[in-house]
């Protein structure tokens, strides 16, 4: 791992200019002002609908729910199991509260396509990994694999949202250098800002206390077998990297281009062990086909 490890946290050249708070999207926010004013419909299912196709508000609702204060210290891995734990209506003050914190939301800033691309691209894959996790025999269930889709890329989320104009140089400006593989973003994103978005997130998700299966999925997306010696980490970091992989090439790029990505030869397929492989290949075009029809579900 590129940098070191001191007091359980990642330290990389710049990172440490980098907040781990973000206002949550203002369509969430809209949504929650008026679930407060009607608390009767503000369920359980009601409120995981809002929260669940926000990065920023699933990761200030897991930071709350992962507190030695509810004695689940690092345990929810889940933005369903985290609701159901917090109950609703504070589940709703900690997305509100984490507007009134921040000075602006980065949808409405210089980079906000820039952010608004990236939440599609986070929701889409979350989706993208809930199915194929139904494909596969894991100890988490489909709540679990749908998080770590959702906050693969909570590196560059806060990037774009504090590092507006470096953050367009890199994922915008496609007549500029060009990317054309992962590791090739990857070294573009070190040389704009001293660390890269799985540094980013790893750091941001170890500060949010976060259980380390999920850290490693943000850390290890892109190259899973970092993820060791856990196997069950791997895994799960393998998932993630094809649901990401699968989110790029089918549709909803991270970038302002879609990478050269070649699905079918994407080594996750064959080293997940799908029960079922050619049924999780149906189902998982299957997914990204009802995601195009409705933009409304992948929008975030």
């Given at each position: 791992?590129?940098?070191?490890?001191?007091?359980?946290?990642?330290?990389?050249?710049?990172?440490?200019?980098?907040?781990?708070?973000?206002?949550?999207?203002?369509?969430?926010?809209?949504?929650?002002?008026?679930?407060?004013?009607?608390?009767?419909?503000?369920?359980?299912?009601?409120?995981?609908?809002?929260?669940?196709?926000?990065?920023?508000?699933?990761?200030?609702?897991?930071?709350?729910?992962?507190?030695?204060?509810?004695?689940?210290?690092?345990?929810?891995?889940?933005?369903?199991?985290?609701?159901?734990?917090?109950?609703?209506?504070?589940v709703l003050g900690?997305?509100?509260?984490?507007?009134?914190?921040?000075?602006?939301?980065?949808?409405?800033?210089?980079?906000?396509?820039?952010?608004?691309?990236?939440?599609?691209?986070?929701?889409?894959?979350?989706?993208?990994?809930?199915?194929?996790?139904?494909?596969?025999?894991?100890?988490?269930?489909s709540d679990t694999?749908?998080?770590?889709?959702?906050?693969?890329?909570?590196?560059?989320?806060?990037?774009?949202?504090?590092?507006?104009?470096?953050?367009?140089?890199?994922?915008?400006?496609?007549?500029?250098?060009?990317?054309?593989?992962?590791?090739?973003?990857?070294?573009?994103?070190?040389?704009?800002?001293?660390?890269?978005?799985?540094?980013?997130?790893?750091?941001?998700?170890?500060?949010?206390?976060?259980?380390?299966?999920?850290?490693?999925?943000?850390?290890?997306?892109?190259?899973?077998?970092?993820?060791?010696?856990?196997?069950?980490?791997?895994?799960?970091?393998?998932?993630?990297?094809?649901?990401?992989?699968?989110?790029?090439?089918?549709?909803?790029?991270a970038r302002n281009?879609?990478?050269?990505?070649?699905?079918?030869?994407?080594?996750?397929?064959?080293?997940?062990?799908?029960?079922?492989?050619?049924?999780?290949?149906?189902?998982?075009?299957?997914?990204?086909?009802?995601?195009?029809?409705?933009?409304?579900?992948?929008?975030?």
């Amino acid at each position: 791992m590129r940098g070191d490890v001191i007091g359980g946290l990642p330290e990389f050249p710049g990172l440490g200019r980098l907040a781990i708070t973000a206002s949550p999207l203002p369509s969430t926010i809209l949504a929650a002002r008026a679930l407060i004013e009607d608390a009767d419909s503000a369920t359980a299912g009601s409120v995981l609908r809002l929260v669940r196709h926000d990065p920023v508000a699933v990761a200030g609702t897991l930071r709350v729910a992962n507190a030695a204060h509810y004695g689940t210290q690092r345990t929810i891995l889940g933005i369903e199991r985290a609701v159901e734990l917090l109950g609703p209506l504070t589940v709703l003050g900690i997305v509100t509260g984490m507007h009134l914190a921040s000075s602006a939301s980065p949808a409405a800033s210089p980079s906000g396509a820039c952010f608004l691309r990236l939440a599609r691209h986070s929701v889409s894959t979350a989706y993208l990994a809930e199915v194929l996790n139904g494909f596969l025999a894991t100890p988490w269930g489909s709540d679990t694999a749908y998080t770590a889709g959702l906050l693969h890329d909570l590196g560059r989320i806060l990037i774009a949202s504090q590092e507006p104009a470096a953050a367009r140089s890199v994922y915008d400006d496609t007549t500029s250098v060009a990317a054309d593989s992962e590791d090739e973003l990857i070294e573009l994103e070190q040389i704009a800002f001293g660390y890269d978005h799985t540094e980013a997130g790893e750091f941001a998700a170890r500060r949010l206390n976060f259980p380390d299966l999920l850290v490693s999925a943000i850390r290890h997306h892109h190259r899973p077998d970092g993820a060791g010696p856990d196997p069950q980490a791997i895994r799960l970091a393998r998932l993630v990297g094809l649901a990401d992989a699968a989110a790029s090439t089918l549709g909803w790029p991270a970038r302002n281009e879609r990478p050269g990505l070649t699905l079918d030869l994407h080594a996750a397929w064959s080293a997940l062990a799908f029960t079922d492989l050619d049924a999780a290949r149906t189902a998982l075009a299957q997914r990204a086909e009802s995601l195009r029809a409705d933009p409304g579900e992948a929008a975030a």
